[in-house]
């Protein structure tokens, strides 16, 4: 079977997640709404973000600055999916 979308590490993470089907427990959707950067890589991705925009960044900083934007992509899955859990159980 082929697909349409590549099957790239966001794209293989968003079908296992799949953002838009509920089904998770109320315990483990709230659980997951916990789940966020420590202030330290705030920090850093802040910085990243800052060097990224003059044009200074290593090509070691662009691999770290992916790193947090893929986990960042992640936690936006899961969090969507843990917000439209807790939703449909209170609709329910």
């Known amino acids: 079977m082929t697909s349409a979308f590549p099957n790239t590490e966001a794209e293989l993470l968003r079908r296992v997640v799949d953002p838009q089907r509920a089904g998770w427990s109320p315990e483990a959707a709230q659980s997951i709404l916990t789940l966020s950067f420590s202030q330290e890589d705030q920090d850093r991705a802040t ?37 439209l859990s807790l939703k449909s159980l209170n609709a329910a």
Not at 52 to 74: K, W
């Open 47 to 83: 910085e990243l973000a800052e060097k990224a925009g003059t044009g200074a960044m290593t090509p070691e900083e662009q691999r770290e600055m992916e790193s947090y934007r893929h986990v960042g992509r992640f936690l936006e899955l899961v969090k969507s999916r843990a917000r």
